[in-house]
């Protein structure tokens, strides 16, 4: 069974740093596509940022670029989400997920992500 399990969310005030990390199976950190999501009340879910476990090629929403950097470590097969200079409008709850298809990591569209953490909640106050 596929298993995600992010850790990491807190409260921070404005400007301040966030690392969000997401264990995972061996199997799920070999799929096609990994990448963080984020939903705050009342809006639809976000991919922020999305990896290819091999080669690395990243792809992040407008919203973050610049501030927040995904990565993985194999070896640990944990999946990271480093975040800076944060703001109040990134508090939302953050999940970890994961697709077989490579193909999808650049839109990074949830639909088509099928495998999610339970999600780590990012509060960010001014």
């Known amino acids: 069974q596929v298993q995600l399990v992010e850790s990491g969310g807190g409260s921070v005030q404005a400007g301040g740093s966030l690392r969000l990390s997401c264990a995972t199976s061996?199997?799920?950190?070999?799929?096609?596509?990994m990448g963080w999501f984020r939903q705050a009340p009342g809006k639809e879910r976000e991919g922020i940022a999305t990896?290819?476990?091999?080669?690395?090629?990243?792809y992040y929403a407008d919203s973050v670029k610049g501030r927040f950097t995904i990565s993985q470590d194999n070896a640990k097969n944990t999946l990271y989400l480093q975040m800076a200079s944060l703001k109040p409008e990134d508090t939302a709850m953050y999940y970890c997920?994961?697709?077989?298809?490579?193909?999808?990591?650049?839109?990074?569209?949830?639909?088509?992500?099928?495998?999610w953490g339970q999600g780590t909640q990012v509060t960010v106050s001014s």
């Open positions: 997920a994961a697709t077989g298809n490579a193909y999808f990591c650049a839109a990074r569209r949830s639909a088509d992500f099928t495998d």
């Open positions: 061996t199997y799920t950190s070999r799929r096609g596509c």
């Open positions: 990896i290819y476990p091999y080669g690395g090629s990243t």
